[in-house]
């Protein structure tokens, strides 16, 4: 694992306030928000949606509102007054919004978007939906791998970080050895999704934002954003637009 | 677990940098460096030592040399030029300390001091060597619990976390149930710890910076480092010192 010659390595940023320990620019980021906004992502490509204008500000959903466009965003687990629904992947698998733009409002997202996008770095939305899309996706571009955790509230979250987990697990067994890592909380993460893999529903119930949204009924996604492979769908960073990539090839 | 009706919370805060999300002034703040400052600073009171006196800036540590103090401290493991010796633990257990007030080096250890030491804050060191030792010291406190871990270079550290999760797996299931918690960074921790307390030192040989101190044969440390319960001592925060909780009493 320590063995660094000719490989890539792998890391896992628990919480955006770590970001400067992880920064690079020649890294493929994979940016992650299991509950919800990175599993709404993947489900809305999956659904054929044409891209994603990420936006952190409620003024800008309301101005791209008022422009006519497809506005989803939610504060709190409530949907915003402009938007025309809230973040529930759920939502993004609706029909008509196929071949459609939608404007998504989404602080956490947003913010890291911003953080990471600048010098060579591929910025990549992962999820369980789309593991294995994401895996594939990473190990052609050949590159270092940092995995951009977003985190409740700037806090460690534990989906975050069993995606993290799986997602490494992938890379640093890929039967090739093109990956090592001498992160510890790549190392951990990995740990964890060992203990979490063979149920990760059940494992999921102590995780402290699993009891945050039954408290508010915002629950009903938990099943559907821990399946792993639901899409092959992998939104990607294009200017300031998430597209999917197999639309770029 | 999520029942937090009268009980205490247990936290885990894995880096300096999240400290601030972690802060308050009504708990026990355990501070954790275990390769090496806070196993150094256990083993020292385990030898006798009178009090520690933690410093960042190495022309403090100059100052007190100057007036006769006992300075122990380094910088990336090479003791530091006015120090009588450097932060192994094994440095202080030499009998001839006994008694004795030490300067310590520790720019991680102080700073975390500095940040933790308010309001009605109780701060205590715990390494693995006073596991058992420094849980009881807590318990008889009936506050609220956070684990700072120094961690690597304000970095998720292996080790660190491996405590918090052995303190916190100790204080959850306390057969009292007088804690709980709704906090991920503790629930990894705890699970982590599961993991590697069949075999911490086998375990342990996949954490970074267990890679690091054999590169810089400062390996030496590490088994003793991992011993449960070596000692009873307890330093804690008094003024601007360090001493043993036994001497308080």
Not at 73 to 102: M, V, Y
């Amino acid at each position: 694992m320590f063995n660094e010659e000719g490989k890539y390595s792998v890391e896992v940023c628990f919480s955006p306030l770590s970001w400067s320990l992880y920064d690079r620019d020649d890294a493929v980021v994979v940016i992650t928000d299991i509950f919800r906004a990175s599993t709404a992502m993947c489900a809305a490509f999956h659904n054929g949606v044409k891209s994603i204008i990420p936006v952190a500000e409620i003024s800008e959903s309301e101005a791209y509102k008022e422009k006519g466009y497809i506005v989803a965003g939610e504060r709190d687990g409530q949907k915003l007054d402009c938007a025309d629904f809230g973040n529930s992947p759920f939502n993004f698998l609706e029909p008509s919004l196929r071949g459609q733009t939608i404007v998504m409002n989404t602080t956490n997202g947003t913010q890291a978007i911003k953080k990471v996008a600048h010098g060579n770095n591929e910025v990549v939305i992962g999820a369980f939906i789309n593991l294995s899309a994401v895996v594939q996706y990473i190990m052609a571009l050949k590159r270092p791998v940092v995995v951009f955790c977003a985190g409740w509230k700037n806090r460690f979250s534990m989906e975050d970080t069993l995606f993290a987990g799986a997602l490494a697990e992938r890379l640093l067994n890929d039967g090739r050895g093109d990956y090592h890592t001498i992160c510890d909380a790549a190392i951990a993460s990995a740990d964890l999704w060992l203990l979490a893999k063979g149920n990760p529903l059940g494992y999921i119930e102590k995780a402290a934002h699993r009891h945050r949204l039954r408290k508010m009924g915002l629950d009903d996604i938990i099943e559907f954003s821990l399946t792993a492979d639901y899409t092959q769908a992998i939104p990607v960073l294009s200017g300031k637009e998430l597209v999917d990539a197999h639309r770029l090839e």
